[in-house]
Nanobody, 125 residues
Framework: QVQLVESGGGLVQAGGSLRLSCVAS????????MGWFRQAPGKEREFVAA????????DYVDSVKGRFTISRDNAKNTLYLQMNSLKPEDTAVYYC??????????????????WGQGTQVTVSS
């Protein structure tokens, strides 16, 4: 059974940085693409970033390009999201996600079958 556990969220001032981590277990992590999504209060969950199995290809939503970096360490079964220059509009619960199959990077929520419990990121102005 695939399990995803996020950590690293918290309260930060605008302009600050946070690094989220997602530890995966239950299968061979390095065979699959991974993604990060977020859900702000009163809004639908939205795509943030995705990465392929090796880390050689990534994709981002336009609003975070140049500020966020997705990466992975396959030896540690861990996915990361480095968030810099944070803005109040980045406030949300952040989720990591994994597909049941597929090694590429996917921006559609429908491509993912496993989800973590989420970690809260709050950016104050």
């Amino acid at each position: 059974q695939v399990q995803l556990v996020e950590s690293g969220g918290g309260l930060v001032q605008a302009g600050g940085s946070l690094r989220l981590s997602c530890v995966a277990s239950g299968r061979i992590f390095s065979r699959y693409g991974m993604g990060w999504f977020r859900q702000a209060p009163g809004k639908e969950r939205e795509f943030v970033a995705a990465i392929n199995w090796s880390g050689s290809h990534t994709d981002y939503v336009d609003s975070v390009k140049g500020r966020f970096t997705i990466s992975r360490d396959n030896a540690k079964n861990t996915l990361y999201l480095q968030m810099n220059s944070l803005k109040p509009e980045d406030t949300a619960v952040y989720y990591c996600a994994a597909p049941d199959s597929g090694s590429s990077y996917y921006s559609s929520e429908r491509s993912y079958d496993y989800w973590g419990q989420g970690t809260q990121v709050t950016v104050s102005s």
